[in-house]
Nanobody
Framework: QLVESGGGSVQAGGSLRLSCAAS????????MAWFRQAPGKEREGVAA?????????YYADSVKGRFTISRDDAKNTMYLQMRSLKPEDTGVYTC??????????????????WGQGTQVTVS
């Protein structure tokens, strides 16, 4: 129901755009988000976007000003535009969706629907 694409290898300072294509049911959940997991580290929230509440957006402090999350409702697709990439951005990026209200946007346990992940490597 969630399929990511757009990962790859890039040099530090470069850019990538990730896409998350969703089924209509999954796309219309309350909140969609991007998570990432680096080797040996816990999964962390990168950015989230809500349908309600004016489309509130959240970013992890580590990516603010460099990453942009967005949605294209006509394509049932969510994006993550990543700029000024750093080696510490390396990891498997996964999109997720939830119908759950409340809680912290960066809490993976809130999300029911997950993609398979796409690798991003910054050297």
């Amino acid at each position: 129901q969630l399929v990511e694409s757009g990962g790859g290898s890039v040099q530090a300072g470069g850019s990538l755009r990730l896409s998350c294509a969703a089924s209509g049911y999954t796309y219309n959940r309350n909140c969609m988000a991007w998570f990432r997991q680096a080797p040996g580290k816990e999964r962390e929230g990168v950015a989230a976007i809500y349908i309600g509440g004016g489309g509130t957006i959240y970013y992890a402090d580590s990516v603010k000003g460099r990453f942009t999350i967005s949605r294209d409702d006509a394509k049932n697709t969510m994006y993550l535009q990543m700029r000024s990439l750093k080696p510490e951005d390396t990891g498997v990026y996964t999109c997720a969706a939830t119908s759950q209200f409340g809680g912290n946007w960066y809490d993976p346990s809130r999300f029911k629907y997950w993609g398979q992940g796409t690798q991003v490597t910054v050297s």
